[in-house]
């Protein structure tokens, strides 16, 4: 995390309040701390990057005049459980009539919407927000909308109001805590209804807190492999099946795919061009795409936020795609063997894992499954959004730099 001036001791924000911009409080807070989950790397504090900014900006909008944050998100504390938040408005008739609480990546945004004219209940929240659970005082951080608006200090006696407002914010139970991880959209392979590994699939990402849309487009034969109409019309399935899971989940999506519905996925890319889906992970096992596909693009502008390739060296039918020994189905470009051989690129959020133990339809077993891929999907909760922040604070960056020269 990175340090702006500010002064920790112990781990928590001296006493105070400490008045930032909102610029220093990313900076300071939001970036900058990871965390291995299995061979991944999280970046943990990063995920509030965006979400913060927006709560900023929701706050700009509504009118308010600044906003205070304390609890263990404002200590030295590389993965805090929460982010406690107050908005101050001018007068209690602009407060909107809600109290907010999102989940960024499992850990909890509680936003408390108060007034400045409410003055022991905002004094009982400052106390509440600026004292640890073992009764330790420490700082608070503001961010002030407005250079006239006062600072807001931790109240030097106890409020009255207090154990009113522990009762309420402290109490309160978050209907939508049961709110999943993410989607994942399994796509099966040719000549089976993937009944011998979706339903384990299924159950082991379920267990984790996922939810499961599987894109099921029936039993084919390998001829189509050789039917353009016939593979246009699976990848127009999946663009019609992604369309019904936005219907009922505005979150992120994943997706697993094996064998064919990795080309089903390359081709979607491949031809969405502007209307495409995004994604926060995209997993490949038993990849019959070329292993040329261009995969950069697709993550440098936030398409797609991080891709693992699992590589079975030994795979049995991976192998003969082109150019593996199947003359006639070189005339697809993006037929290959990346499932035996890998991709050829490299990207900082592109990864690849193999073993000569793998085969084409071995690959789902629990140390590949529970072992690799749900710690690549945590991992990567978040990537796609973090990506397009980057990419807009980029574009910012260079228009400036164009427009001053």
Request: contains cysteine; proline residues 4%; hydrophobic residues 40%.
């Amino acid at each position: 995390m990175s340090n702006k001036g500010l002064t920790f001791d112990e781990g928590l924000l001296v006493p105070g309040t400490h008045v930032i911009s909102l610029d220093e409080f990313l900076q300071t807070f939001c970036s900058d701390s990871k965390r291995k989950i299995g061979r991944y790397e999280e970046a943990a504090r990063s995920d509030f990057y965006k979400p913060f900014s927006d709560i900023v900006e929701w706050a700009e909008d509504a009118g308010a005049r600044s906003i205070v944050v304390g609890g263990s998100f404002i200590s030295s504390k590389e993965f805090p459980s929460d982010i406690d938040i107050v908005i101050l408005f001018a007068r209690s008739d602009q407060i909107p009539k809600s109290n907010e609480r999102y989940d960024v990546n499992g850990v909890t945004l509680d936003v408390q919407l108060l007034a400045e004219d409410q003055d022991t209940i905002v004094a009982a929240y400052l106390e509440l927000l600026a004292t640890t659970r073992s009764q330790v005082p420490h700082g608070l951080v503001q961010i002030k909308l407005h250079s006239t608006v006062q600072t807001f200090y931790r109240p030097k006696e106890s409020s009255p109001d207090l154990e009113i407002v522990k009762v309420s914010y402290l109490g309160r139970r978050w209907s939508q805590q049961q709110r999943p991880k993410g989607v994942i959209i399994p796509i099966h392979g040719i000549r089976t209804h993937a009944e011998g590994w979706l339903p384990h699939l299924c159950l082991s990402a379920s267990a984790s807190g996922w939810a499961i849309a599987p894109y099921i487009y029936g039993y084919r034969e390998v001829s189509i492999l050789r039917s353009e109409a016939e593979k246009a019309g699976v990848v127009e399935g999946f663009r019609d099946w992604l369309i019904e899971v936005r219907r009922q989940y505005t979150g992120p999506i994943s997706v697993i795919a094996h064998s064919f519905g990795t080309y089903v996925i390359g081709r979607y890319l491949t031809e969405a061009n502007d209307i495409t889906e995004k994604f926060d992970a995209v997993i490949l096992c038993g990849s019959i795409l070329n292993k040329n596909y261009n995969w950069k693009p697709l993550l440098d502008n936030a398409v797609v936020g991080r891709i693992l390739n699992t590589i079975s060296t030994n795979d049995e039918w991976v192998k003969f795609l082109p150019n593996g020994g199947v003359p006639m189905l070189a005339k697809d470009p993006l037929f290959g063997d990346a499932g035996c051989t890998g991709f050829s690129m490299e990207h900082q959020r592109f990864q690849q894992i193999q073993s000569a133990l793998l085969s084409h339809n071995n690959v789902f077993k629990e140390d590949v499954v529970l072992g690799e891929w749900l710690p690549f999907l945590e991992m990567a909760k978040g990537s796609q959004i973090r990506r397009a922040h980057e990419q807009y604070r980029e574009e910012i960056r260079w228009d400036d730099t164009v427009r001053y020269e």
